[in-house]
Nanobody, 127 residues
Framework: QVQLVESGGGLVQSGESLRLACAAS????????AGWFRQTPGKEREFVAH????????YYADSVKGRFTISRDNAENTVSLQMNSLKPEDTAVYYC????????????????????WGQGTQVTVSS
């Protein structure tokens, strides 16, 4: 069992940066892959970024590639999402998620493959 708590959301202007953090508790966090998703009202949850258990490989949605960076610190049981050059279309509730490392990055963009979710943190980007 893993518990996830996000922090770091807020209101920023277009072009600015934010860093989201996800604190994990419970079982050894390096047994799990981690990802970030986002959701806006009336839309499905959208994949943002994924990182493997030991941080060796990362994957991104095309819409954020080159602007967002996912990282993790297994010693601190945290996963972070550095978001640069933010745009109004990045406005959403951002969720941290985790799933067993046995997936080996298969289907990383599918939210239904993640077992554990945080409560979400709101990111609003004004134009």
């Amino acid at each position: 069992q893993v518990q996830l708590v996000e922090s770091g959301g807020g209101l920023v202007q277009s072009g600015e940066s934010l860093r989201l953090a996800c604190a994990a508790s419970g079982r050894s966090f390096d047994d799990y892959e981690a990802g970030w998703f986002r959701q806006t009202p009336g839309k499905e949850r959208e994949f943002v970024a994924h990182i493997v258990r030991r941080g060796g490989a990362t994957y991104y949605a095309d819409s954020v590639k080159g602007r967002f960076t996912i990282s993790r610190d297994n010693a601190e049981n945290t996963v972070s999402l550095q978001m640069n050059s933010l745009k109004p279309e990045d406005t959403a509730v951002y969720y941290c998620a985790a799933r067993p490392g046995s997936y080996d990055s298969a289907f990383y963009s599918r939210p239904q493959t993640y077992n554990y979710w945080g409560q979400g943190t709101q990111v609003t980007v004004s134009s």
